[in-house]
């Protein structure tokens, strides 16, 4: 598993104004502004690696905001990360969980859809296999290729995404009385407003 890729993030912080009191009185800045502060912003990626020389078999990356931000730091980088993939003899599985920011660039336009499950096969470049994912349906496992002959593995993405939320007790940190960021089209807001009401969390979007 690698980790690690260098974000940029605007911290801002409240601070008490400096004690009164002292032989002359100091003049308070008329601007308090926020810095731009170099922050480490964790990713992690799933490598499976050959045992005997760990030769990178496929790579299973699951899409962070870093990746997907426009510009040379963001989405250019990682589009550079993937055509290093492209023209390997290594296998490409990428998860898209996010609906905001830049998708991974294909030939053609992505169907319209929340999130995505993409696979590039060694032996089948230059097409990429595309499982569109919906709000309201579960996500199925879909295939991780392995070295040859060994036959494909099953990646069961959705219980594994069930279980770290379980883990991470992520139930405690969400806000479900208020709409997920971005905002939904209006037909998936009021699903997820009856779907999260039938299970007593009682969420009201307005």
């Given amino acids: 598993m690698r980790r690690a890729v260098p974000d940029v993030a605007g911290v801002e912080r409240e601070y008490a104004s400096a004690a009164s009191g002292g032989a002359a009185a100091l003049e308070e800045a008329p601007l308090t502004l926020p810095a731009l502060i170099d922050?480490?912003?964790?990713?992690?990626?799933i490598e499976i690696r050959t045992v005997r020389d760990q030769t990178l078999v496929t790579a299973i990356e699951l899409l962070s905001p870093a990746n997907k931000r426009p510009g040379p730091d963001g989405a250019d980088a990682y589009e550079k990360k993937r055509q290093e993939f492209f023209a390997s003899a290594a296998h490409l599985l990428e998860i898209d969980l996010l609906r905001?920011?830049?998708?991974?660039?294909?030939?053609?336009?992505?169907p319209d859809a929340p999130y995505f499950i993409l696979l590039s096969r060694a032996q089948r470049r230059s097409y990429v296999e595309v499982w569109p994912l919906t709000l309201r349906d579960p996500i199925k496992p879909v295939p991780a290729?392995?070295?040859a002959p060994d036959p494909l593995a099953t990646l069961d993405a959705g219980a594994a995404i069930y279980?770290?939320?379980?883990?991470?007790?992520?139930?405690?940190?969400?806000?479900?009385?208020?709409?997920?960021?971005?905002d939904l089209p209006p037909e998936d807001a009021a699903w997820l407003d009856a779907h999260l009401r039938a299970l007593g969390l009682r969420p009201s979007f307005q």
Avoid: S
């Avoid at 922050?39 to 990626?45: G, H, I, L, S, T």
């Avoid at 905001?100 to 336009?109: D, E, K």
């Avoid at 279980?163 to 997920?180: G, K």
């Fill in 100 to 110: 905001a920011g830049q998708r991974p660039r294909l030939a053609r336009p992505l």
């Fill in 39 to 45: 922050m480490p912003v964790e990713y992690a990626r």
């Fill in 163 to 182: 279980e770290a939320c379980r883990r991470a007790r992520y139930n405690l940190e969400i806000d479900y009385t208020q709409p997920p960021p971005p």
């Fill in 145 to 147: 290729p392995l070295l």
